[in-house]
């Protein structure tokens, strides 16, 4: 193993991605292969699967038992659930969304996809882009994950040929273009042998591209603020009240887009009152400026009435609230949602009760047709819904905002989350499909 | 205020993208706050153990210049590291917090749990700590549990509903979407938090080094007399010691996590420094849990079956 040093560890950053999973394309196998060969599994994990792997007669090491964690799961050969792994090489930390191929693909895909900055999306050479392929690439584009990765896997059963390799990935580039995904890096692998996951093959010489790995650390996760509506919702207001902070009240939040800088007139929403940054602390230390993702405690000019949920931004670049809310969303829920279903609905930090006023179509992801009126959306299916807020809610088009374009339905009785939704419209540019209601002019 | 933010974007590398453990910190403290604005009775559970330890550092830099708005939970086994609990006892009174103390003891005193042949008293922390819950009406209880720690773990949610009973039912979980945590419960009912769910052993150390965060001794290579059982380094004390067969040594050791002696493991290590132990972490080919924890190694399943009973 290369030692990774102090020094090397302190200036990394963090990389969130998320497999898109389905069954038989390999993708237990890559993530074995990208845990195994980046030196991320330790002696004693590999040892216990290998011991449970040769208890039941495998010949070698079944990888897919490290990330199955659960008893039902080893039992019945099965993953449940999204799973969260962690590596690190000295160039960069990760986390990784590992998120499974059965039935519940669509909800657990969109779970993980929610917080990935990079999707990975895998194809068997063999069979190339199907409709798995293009349902996965769907999601990754309604999510609007910034980085897409085309993993074409099992190149060693298609005897490595480029032409095999350049024809799946002009047909998935050109369909993810057509979504608006923005960047696809499309990979030769093989997850099996170990080509181009953490060393380059030596069988695919014609590919001059990174690894995949290489791919992952390079891929950059910082964004362009200058273009990012500030954002700051009110998590908590500090107050002291202490013989040394007699008269100190900060507004506690993480920055959800943006940057924030003393001296900048805000505005405070719902309630649309006014004043100007005069402080801002970084846990602790002032600071003259913040950014998104940091969590920060804001102190203004004037004494005005904020409290938890409201949302700090820009005077000169403020979103209009208002109580109807139009979303493209994914039920996650094992109860439907119906129109005149009551909620609540959770965006920032802000919870107010809600009504699901119409379900106008439901999204069959296989062809990106719509069904107009489904009536009800159940477990996993994507739809557009029009909520009705009982208070105004300032939000963004999610394509602006992932943060404060987002939002949860939950079911009051209950608790469940029921409904992952984001606002406006679904893909980045819209695709040419026949609209069978055309009365919504929904432009899926 | 003259520079502008593309500006500051030139360069090798962006001023705005965030360490990783600014990245880790900053969602920590956004789970701390949360939990303080949508819950009336938090709690967090401290050991004195360095991910508790850690746990109290964010938590003191989420609402500075304010003190903590939660109270502290320690499940005493009645089988600690004395050096541990004198750093507790000195940490709560330095930070003037209350402390809340479940013990296994006094259970075990009473005769509602009988003290187990093996001598672990690990497992019998579920019910005084679940009572405690219960009576206090804790609503949500933090734990410094990392989903790197081991497999059951990988699958936990950073807001983890308990019902009544406080059990955990993996295949009931709520989804995680973005930053929303829903921490919607009903009465009896309450909600783990996880703020640690993202952070592996080693940012955990890194964390404690950047901080200049001090810890318990016991972490820190010193010579212990320790004795052989099971394949880890125990020390003697008031819970047994070594029997027949088993000799005590004096060995340089020091300790990966700190929990009940009896079944916590030392490793052979001559790492006094933060950044000796940072670079034995790095260099290790074996997990925190794998190196020092008897309880794990009980079955394949041991930690999912300990969680779905209402474990940490």
Known sequence: MSTITAEELSATTLLRFATAGSVDDGKSTLVGRLLHDSKSILSDQLEAVERVSASRGQEAPDLALLTDGLRAEREQGITIDVAYRYFATPRRRFILADTPGHVQYTRNMVTGASTAELTVILVDARNGVVEQTRRHAAIAALLRVPHVVLAVNKMDLVEYRETVFAAIAEEFTAYAGELGVPEVTAIPISALAGDNVVDPSANMDWYGGPTFLEHLETVPVSHDLAHCHARLPVQYVIRPQTAEHPDYRGYAGQIAAGTFRVGEPVTVLPSGRTSTISGIDLLGEPVDVAWTTQSVTVLLADDIDISRGDLIVPTKDAPATTQDVEATVCHVADQPLTVGHRVLIKHGTRTVKAIVRDIPSRLTLDDLSLHPHPGQLVANDIGRVKIRTAQPLPVDSYADSRRTGSFILIDPADGTTLTAGMVGESFASPVPVKDESDDDGWDF | ?312
């Open chain 2, 1 to 312: 205020m003259t520079t502008t933010v593309a500006e500051a974007e030139e360069g090798t590398a962006s001023p705005y993208a965030l360490s990783h453990l600014d990245s880790l910190e900053s969602e920590a403290v956004h789970i701390f706050r949360e939990v303080a604005g949508e819950f009336e009775n938090p709690v967090i559970l401290f050991s004195g153990g360095k991910d508790s330890i850690v746990m109290l550092h964010l938590a003191l830099k989420a609402f500075a210049p304010a003190a903590i708005p939660f109270t502290l939970l320690h499940v005493d086994t009645g089988h600690n590291f004395p050096e541990v609990l004198e750093y507790r006892d000195r940490v709560v009174a330095a930070h003037g917090l209350r402390l809340h103390v479940a013990s296994v003891q006094d259970y075990i005193d009473r005769g509602v749990l009988k003290e187990r042949p093996d001598g672990t008293r690990n497992p019998l922390q579920t019910l005084p700590l679940t009572e405690k819950i219960q009576s206090e009406k804790f609503d949500a209880v933090f734990g410094g549990g990392r989903r790197d720690e081991e497999k059951a773990r990988a699958k936990e949610r950073v807001f983890s509903l308990r019902d009544e009973f406080s059990q955990w039912d993996p295949r009931r979980q709520r989804p995680e979407l973005w930053n929303l945590y829903n921490g919607r419960h009903a009465p009896g009912e309450h909600v783990r938090v996880f703020p640690l769910s993202n952070w592996t052993e080693l940012d955990v150390w890194q964390y404690i080094a950047r901080e200049g965060i001090e810890l318990p001794e016991i972490y820190f290579a010193h010579e212990r007399e320790v004795f052989r059982r099971g394949g880890m380094w125990l020390t003697a004390g008031e819970w047994g010691g070594a029997k027949d067969g088993e000799t005590v040594e004096k060995r340089l050791v020091r300790y990966r996590t700190v929990g009940d002696m009896s079944c916590t493991g030392a490793v052979d290590s001559d790492a006094v420094t933060l950044d000796d132990v940072i670079t034995e972490i790095a260099a290790s080919r074996l997990t925190e849990r794998g190196a020092t924890r008897a309880d794990d190694k009980m079955s394949e399943a041991a930690m999912e079956d300990r969680k779905r009973e209402g474990y940490f």
